[in-house]
């Protein structure tokens, strides 16, 4: 046997293996959730272009959350201008890698035409933000679990607590704030800490 064709057969070998490798690795599950993951919430959801997904389908890079609604005149407006500050204290490669997603207390009134009209008043990144709605049940699920509290008032408004919320890749909430209408510095710490670890 010639060294040439000797090469050529471990070439072929070695292209069959990684094949098979690769095979098998796309077949395997992903790795269990941890137990204090906010992905354990076998929740749907329905986004500003009208697209279905699940909570967990936002797992492998940290991500921004909170809850709003898009009638809200005061404190939801900061919120988001709490979370565009917080974007705008990263760099590109950063930004790149931290989506956010708001979940409306709302479903009712935020249909997703409303969501899509907020997403395009408030010139958010569709790229990189998703404004959300589910069922009134998934909702309530949704807020118990991120530690948000609301209710109904007569009017039709929402009294409710608000925070944006740093999810680590597995769903596991690494911090929060309070703080609204600019960045906080000590939360954007976190998130360039998350950001790195995921990448690592």
């Known amino acids: 046997m010639t060294l ?6 471990i070439a072929a070998a070695l292209a069959l293996a990684l094949s098979a490798h690769a095979a098998n690795a796309a077949d ?3 790795p269990a959730l941890p137990t204090d993951s906010i992905y354990q919430l076998a929740i749907t959801l329905q986004d500003q272009d009208g697209r279905s997904l699940h909570l967990a389908d936002k797992r492998g890079r940290p991500l921004l959350v ?13 919120l988001i201008d ?24 709302d479903p009712e009134r935020d249909s997703v035409a409303v969501l899509a009209r907020t997403a395009r008043s408030r ?7 998703t404004l959300a709605r589910a069922s009134a049940g998934d909702v309530r699920k949704l807020a118990a679990v991120l530690g948000i509290q609301y209710r109904r008032l007569p009017d039709g408004d929402f009294n409710h607590t608000t925070a ?37």
């Open 123 to 129: 010139h958010l990144d569709r790229s990189q933000w």
């Open 66 to 78: 909170s809850m709003f609604y898009t009638s809200c005149q005061f404190v939801c407006p900061m």
């Open 4 to 9: 040439a064709l000797f090469m050529r057969r």
């Open 82 to 105: 709490a979370a565009r500050a917080t974007e705008a204290k990263l760099d590109p490669a950063e930004r790149e890698r931290l989506p956010v997603l708001l979940v409306s207390f």
């Open 28 to 30: 395997a599950p992903a």
């Open 164 to 200: 944006l919320i740093l999810l680590d890749r597995d769903g596991r909430v690494a911090s929060r704030t309070t703080r609204l209408g600019d960045a906080d510095p000590a939360f954007v710490e976190v998130v360039k800490a998350s950001l790195q670890a995921a990448a690592d």
